[in-house]
């Protein structure tokens, strides 16, 4: 007996050795020792280890400064305008105000200015107003992107900006600051090249830039250089004067100044120039077209900042000689 337990001793530690997954109480029990309770066997599938699901983490992405601008949805609610006989087409305004400038001072009245443009165009006027406020450059693009889409031959659209502006002197080209824009490049800046291949694009058969910043007379320039006043003078009222406003295309941009920094208060909540564009929309009772707007926000910035508003047509954007911008007064 005891040369059977040393044999099965031996025989087991060997085993142990060889095969490490079976132990002495297997081989006992194969050899029918006590204590023993007999298992079902497993089949081959069974005893396969089946591997745990590998679960995926879920990450919460933190929206970037480059992601976190959307695309504005641009009002398509615009009502045809009729007047005297004439279609004047319908009338869509896209109105911009930039206050907050993580890489530069802060504006004061931008916002209030662009605000109140809008209230007054829509209930005044009209107009399907679209406001953007402290936006990047992607967002103001887009817009001008998304009104390519929308607008039909015979549609009108003003175009307001108010916010930070620059002049690269070296290259002689103005540009908008949107609120994304860093002084030390231009990567994020809105050139004057932008908004004129964007109105030369555009079906519209008017479209007025009304600008509110630094410098903004490098839209107005003229080839020697000069600003140039153009239309219609209504004073004149020459027969047929609003057929030709009308039916001719124009592409023209009224600036708050030339080439000279301008001022961000002067007219109580708002900058001088936005409270005499305001002042000139309110007093108009009937028709009114940009060169008349234009004399009247001229002369009450005159008298009160030293800053000299300009209004031209944009050149290589697709004016036509004689077009002009018309307002039409829509609550009287």
Known sequence: MKFFFLTLFIFSTHVNIVHAQTTFMDLWCEYGGKGCVEQPAKSSIQQQVKPKPISTPVVTVKPSQ????????????????KSKGLTFGRYYALVIGNNQYPNMDDLKTAVGD????????????????????????????SALDEYRKILKKDDNL??????HGWLDKESERGYWLPVDANKNTRSRWVSNADITDTLKALKAKHVMVVADSCYAGTLTRGVDGTAQTRGLKLTERPSGYLETLVGRKSRTV???????????????????????FLKSLRENSDLMDGTQLFGNVRKQVLLNARQTPQYSNIRFAGHDVGGDFVFLRRDK
């Open 66 to 81: 480059e992601n976190r601008y959307v695309t504005p949805l641009i009002k398509h609610n615009a009502v045809l305008a």
């Open 114 to 141: 662009a605000k109140e443009v809008g209230r007054v165009l829509r209930q005044s006027y009209g107009f399907s107003v679209t406001e953007l406020v402290n936006v990047s450059r992607d967002q103001i693009i």
């Open 254 to 276: 009224l600036s708050s100044g030339a080439l000279e920094p301008v001022s961000d208060q002067g007219g109580g909540k708002h900058s001088v120039f936005a409270y005499a």
């Open 158 to 163: 003003l175009i307001y900006y108010a916010g």
